[in-house]
């Protein structure tokens, strides 16, 4: 009996597996070799395409998680891989490269940014993952992160480098703003502050087509001058934290009248 069990337990691990089920787990792969080379690019003195391999690993990351729910083969192991890559796309590579970029220079205080900055998203991180298990929730929740997600917080902190790649170094900031600016945003990440997330969402048809425009021009603009388009994405992104505050708590009062 022992035996049949154990022969139907080893044809199980041999039976074939869907190549759809590896597609998200690839491009988690792919996001962290992206992130991984641009800490290359880094050492190579290589700013913008520093830069633009943590652009591109937020995308890979951004698909990973759409086509695993999509094609429907999430599981745990893909969520903890991608939280791992993430650390490292978006915790150690922005900070390195911030690192080698400006704050050698600033003594301990710019090592002391990189260090809380990388924590922070670690901590960030691990509460997403635990958060992931928490089915008591109100289900219009789910339209908000808990604090500021780690790609957002990576782009964020790399804004002071898009700025000098698009307009030069006079907009350059200090080296010892930049390592205050690196442990606000780590601080950001770890808060309860509610950011607007799109899932959840849904829109009315007559949107769609001005949405596909929409994103067909985004897209143009990214190729056309990148760090020009990240830099207006990533300042409209900071100035809609307070709009999504404003929302989540909109949202709870209404609750609290039902």
């Given at each position: 009996?022992?035996?049949?069990?154990?022969?139907?337990?080893?044809?199980?691990?041999?039976?074939?597996?869907?190549?759809?089920?590896?597609?998200?787990?690839?491009?988690t792969i792919l996001a962290l070799c992206t992130g991984?080379?641009?800490?290359?690019?880094?050492?190579?003195?290589?700013?913008?395409?520093?830069?633009?391999?943590?652009?591109?690993?937020?995308?890979?990351?951004?698909?990973?998680?759409?086509?695993?729910?999509?094609?429907?083969?999430?599981?745990?192991?893909?969520?903890?891989?991608?939280?791992?890559?993430?650390?490292?796309?978006?915790?150690?590579?922005?900070?390195?490269?911030?690192?080698?970029?400006?704050?050698?220079?600033?003594?301990?205080?710019?090592?002391?940014?990189?260090?809380?900055?990388?924590?922070?998203?670690?901590?960030?991180?691990?509460?997403?993952?635990?958060?992931?298990?928490?089915?008591?929730?109100?289900?219009?929740?789910?339209?908000?992160?808990?604090?500021?997600?780690?790609?957002?917080?990576?782009?964020?902190?790399?804004?002071?480098?898009?700025?000098?790649?698009?307009?030069?170094?006079?907009?350059?900031?200090?080296?010892?703003?930049?390592?205050?600016?690196?442990?606000?945003?780590?601080?950001?990440?770890?808060?309860?502050?509610?950011?607007?997330?799109i899932k959840g969402h849904s829109i009315a048809p007559?949107?769609?087509?001005?949405?596909?425009?929409?994103?067909?021009?985004?897209?143009?603009?990214?190729?056309?001058?990148?760090?020009?388009?990240?830099?207006?994405?990533?300042?409209?992104?900071?100035?809609?934290?307070?709009?999504?505050?404003?929302?989540?708590?909109?949202?709870?009062?209404?609750?609290?009248?039902?």
């Amino acid at each position: 009996m022992v035996e049949d069990t154990d022969k139907k337990m080893m044809a199980a691990k041999l039976k074939n597996i869907p190549i759809t089920r590896l597609l998200p787990n690839i491009l988690t792969i792919l996001a962290l070799c992206t992130g991984l080379t641009a800490m290359r690019f880094a050492f190579m003195g290589n700013w913008s395409n520093a830069a633009l391999a943590i652009a591109i690993a937020s995308v890979f990351d951004i698909l990973d998680g759409r086509v695993a729910r999509l094609l429907g083969v999430t599981s745990k192991f893909g969520a903890e891989l991608d939280s791992l890559a993430d650390l490292i796309n978006f915790g150690v590579a922005p900070s390195l490269v911030l690192y080698l970029w400006a704050l050698q220079g600033t003594g301990s205080l710019g090592w002391i940014g990189v260090l809380v900055y990388v924590v922070c998203t670690a901590t960030r991180l691990a509460r997403f993952n635990t958060m992931l298990e928490d089915y008591v929730a109100p289900v219009w929740t789910k339209r908000y992160f808990t604090g500021v997600p780690s790609p957002a917080g990576a782009g964020i902190a790399l804004l002071p480098l898009f700025l000098v790649i698009e307009f030069g170094p006079d907009y350059q900031i200090p080296p010892l703003v930049l390592a205050f600016w690196l442990i606000m945003v780590g601080v950001l990440m770890v808060t309860r502050l509610p950011t607007l997330s799109i899932k959840g969402h849904s829109i009315a048809p007559i949107w769609v087509a001005p949405i596909m425009a929409g994103a067909c021009l985004l897209v143009a603009a990214l190729i056309t001058d990148p760090f020009l388009s990240l830099s207006v994405l990533t300042i409209a992104y900071i100035l809609s934290l307070p709009y999504g505050w404003y929302c989540y708590r909109r949202q709870e009062r209404l609750e609290s009248l039902r």
